[in-house]
């Protein structure tokens, strides 16, 4: 059974920074595109940040225009993990934060995680 667990959520005041864990069980997903969605109340899901296997050589990213500078993907695949670090926070970035998988070089999402809230205080 693959699960996805994201950790890392909390409170934190504007300009501040947390960071997100994703660890994903049940099988590898070293090739798998990655990605970090968020839904905030009242508001559709959506994409905040990717990270892909491309040409089996190397991983490439991918950012939302809303959180590229502030916000960066990264991936342990020794640990099975996928971080999210989120810096120079704003009250507009307050959401719950998932985490997803996709098979290799395509975006569609098969895994998702249960979700941290993340709020972020002016």
């Known amino acids: 059974q693959v699960t996805l667990v994201e950790s890392g959520g909390g409170s934190v005041q504007a300009g501040g920074s947390l960071r997100l864990s994703c660890a994903a069980s049940g099988r590898t997903f070293r090739q798998n595109t990655m990605g970090w969605f968020r839904q905030a109340p009242g508001k559709e899901r959506e994409f905040v940040a990717a990270i892909r296997w491309r040409n089996g050589i190397t991983y490439y990213t991918d950012y939302a225009d809303s959180v590229k500078g502030r916000f960066t993907i990264s991936r342990d695949n020794t640990k099975n993990t996928v971080y999210l670090q989120m810096n120079s926070l704003k009250p507009e970035d307050t959401a719950v934060y998932y985490c997803?998988?996709?098979?290799?070089?395509?975006?569609?999402?098969?895994?998702w995680g249960q979700g941290t809230q993340v709020t972020v205080s002016s």
């Open positions: 997803a998988a996709a098979a290799p070089g395509t975006d569609q999402y098969d895994y």
